[in-house]
């Protein structure tokens, strides 16, 4: 139908204007499905670009022969003249595809006309392309690093003002007066930015808005998910207050959204006591879930976030990771083993629960972990697909091995991951082994006892060079945790060892950092053995600080700190070592490293000669 309304035909005025709205609201459906991801294939999504020139080019032939100044022009193509359908139709396609200059200006355009007047529809429809707008970024930011999440949130947050500036022009208009809808679209506009200044942002707008607006419950979800997705201390308290406000001045009735999202920023605050406020609220939850006539029922979400919160505290608290566990099984009694989809736990709880036994540092939290991912892959035999291991299951239980400081951590991780190298290849289980996992595998020799921990991690490093391991290749952070673990370990020849891992990472094409780097340099500073294998060391040492300055790579103050420790270490002629201390100190104060261990590893004629200035003001 478009291409026949394009085609240019002189007949192309026998269509009436209701064809022609019927085709812009059909690409406004297709913008919408595109914009959610809803189709099955991705080769039949069209983009989102040829979605709007489609629409643009269908809606400036309406307005073409149609100019109001063009009073000559043939009357048959009144017809066809857009109205208020066709303008918002438009409204609503740039709104999908993310076009939100383009639609405010046409919003503007629209208040400005005679024939055609702009309703609350408009206005609620460009506020939802600054949404749009701002979901995009959000989306973004996933995929990026932390300097360039900057300037995509301070793009964000330039789109959140410019729609929150039209909210306010209209607010006291007599025409278009923006109605609760238009607060709300607002207001998680500013949730999904996630920025310091959205609780501020969405705050001020409220007190701005509610003499001209009456809110409602999605209101109240809404600075719910605000408070949820920028954790800080009073969050808590301050969302009861607006439960408890809402209440009293518009008779708002908390519905099962506003206690899950209640307790989610309970789960999420920093406070000591988080956890224990978002287990209350979920008992209560229970307890509402029996009487008769309430639809609050808590489910899945609601029970992993309080074990998410109990997991987040496992570290200091020594219950944390109990209370996860009775949790767990408090969701496989209800859900009948899992067989119930309502309250069953999924993948996202068990791997939930194993964090909060990583979390506990206990000696016993591997073996623990273990027990839950052998459960996992019974589940799946068993077609319970939900409740299935992921990557992330076996990479947290190997984390946890190494956490719990096992003297047998490394060999125990190396089973897990064996365990799920069968798994994989075998078929029984669906996920596969990343880096992370051998990364991960290779850091937990680091605890391992015995004598070969670091032949056994070579293994394992030829095994993945060589393709054997599934075709995963070590990225730098597997170099480096060997290079580690030679380090730590008892071999009084470690410094040759990291050198040759360090050597083979630059062979891979793998760029050092300042971490791999100051690795090296450690397990040399720590070397043992005759005079000459000193010097020799000691060499490899200055070869390294060379070749960061080489590299322009940054020393950090574990750097400076090596540095020194290795010219105490390994340097055998005494005016040489104290030339270099004084050269590496006199570096470290120029770059702002200094700190409590370095001034305490210098020798004594060294820190007489200490400035006041050199001291930082901390101290």
């Known amino acids: 139908m478009t291409r026949r309304l394009l085609d240019g035909s002189a007949e192309t005025y026998c269509y009436t204007r209701q064809v022609f709205n019927n085709t812009l609201n059909d690409w406004a ?9 809803s189709w099955e294939s991705k080769d039949d999504i069209p983009p989102t670009s040829y979605i709007l020139q489609r629409a643009n080019a269908l809606f400036d032939l309406m307005e073409k022969h149609c100019r109001e100044d063009d009073d000559a022009h043939d009357m048959r193509w009144r017809a066809v003249r857009p109205n ?15 076009d939100a200059e383009g639609a405010e200006s046409l919003f503007l355009r629209m208040v400005n006309m005679k024939h055609v007047k702009a309703n609350i529809v408009s206005l609620n429809t460009v506020l939802n392309a600054f949404v749009n707008k701002c979901r995009h970024y959000g989306r973004q930011n996933r995929q990026l690093d932390f300097a360039s999440r900057a300037a995509t949130t301070k793009s964000a947050i330039t789109f959140a003002e410019r729609a929150e500036g039209l909210f306010k022009r209209f607010l006291k208009h007599n025409e278009i007066h923006p109605n609760v809808r238009s607060y709300n679209t607002l207001i998680s506009m500013w949730a999904s930015i996630k920025s310091k200044d959205s609780i501020e942002r969405s705050l001020n707008l409220q007190q701005y808005a509610r003499d001209y607006i009456r809110f409602d419950v999605i209101t109240l979800n809404t600075l719910l998910k605000v408070l949820s997705q920028n954790p800080r201390k009073g969050n808590g308290k301050k969302a009861e207050s607006m439960i408890i406000w809402f209440e009293k001045q518009y008779d708002v009735v908390p519905n099962q ?30 307890e509402l879930s029996h009487q008769d006539g309430s639809n609050i029922e808590p ?23 109990t209370k996860a566990i009775n949790i767990l099984n408090k969701m496989l009694a209800l859900s009948k083993g899992g067989l119930d989809p309502h309250n069953s736990p999924n993948t996202i709880t068990f791997n939930v629960v194993i964090k909060a036994l990583a979390n506990s540092n206990s000696s016993s939290s591997g073996d623990k972990a273990k027990e839950l991912l052998n459960k996992m892959v019974q589940f799946e035999d068993r077609n319970l697909l939900h409740m299935a291991p992921s990557t992330t299951t076996f990479n947290t239980v190997i984390s946890a091995y190494f956490k719990s400081r096992d003297r047998n951590a490394g060999n125990k991780a190396r089973e897990v991951l064996d365990l799920f190298e ?38 394992l490093l030829n095994g993945m060079e060589s393709s054997e391991r599934l075709n995963i290749r070590p990225d730098k952070q597997c ?46 500073a720590f070397s043992k053995g005759n005079e000459k294998f000193r010097v020799n060391m000691f060499k490899e040492v200055k070869n390294i600080i060379e070749y960061m300055r080489c590299k322009s790579i940054v020393p950090n103050e574990i750097t400076y700190l090596t540095m020194i420790t290795a010219c105490l270490n390994l340097c055998v002629n005494n005016d040489e070592k104290q030339t270099l201390i004084k050269e590496y100190f006199d570096a470290c104060c120029e770059s702002g490293f200094v700190t409590s261990k370095i001034i305490e ?16 003001c901390s101290w």
Not at 30 to 37: D, L, P
Not at 270 to 283: F, H, M, Q, S
């Open 84 to 98: 208020i359908v066709s303008y918002n139709s438009m409204l609503k396609i740039m709104a999908a595809c993310g």
């Open 601 to 616: 590893k210098l020798p004594q004629d060294i820190t007489r000669n200490i400035l006041i200035e050199d001291v930082p």
């Open 479 to 524: 170099y480096t945790n060997i290079i580690n673990l030679c380090a730590k370990s008892s071999n009084p020849a470690k410094g040759v060892h990291a050198k040759a891992i360090f050597e083979r990472m630059l062979r891979a094409n793998i760029k050092a950092d300042v971490i791999s780097c100051t690795a090296l340099m450690n397990a040399c």
């Open 257 to 286: 959204k506003t206690l899950a999202t209640l307790l989610n920023v309970w789960a999420k605050s920093p406070e000591r006591n988080a956890a224990y406020k978002a287990e209350d609220i979920l008992i209560r939850m229970e």
């Open 299 to 321: 489910n899945c979400i609601a029970y992993t976030s309080v074990i998410d919160a109990f997991a987040n505290r496992a570290q200091r608290d020594a219950n944390a990771s």
């Open 422 to 459: 069968k798994l994989s290849l075998s078929g029984k289980v669906s996920s596969k082994p990343d880096v992370t996992t051998y990364s991960s595998t290779l850091y937990a020799y680091k605890f391992y006892d015995g004598k070969d921990s670091i032949d056994r991690a070579i293994d």
């Open 29 to 37: 459906q297709i913008a919408k499905e595109a914009n959610m991801s």
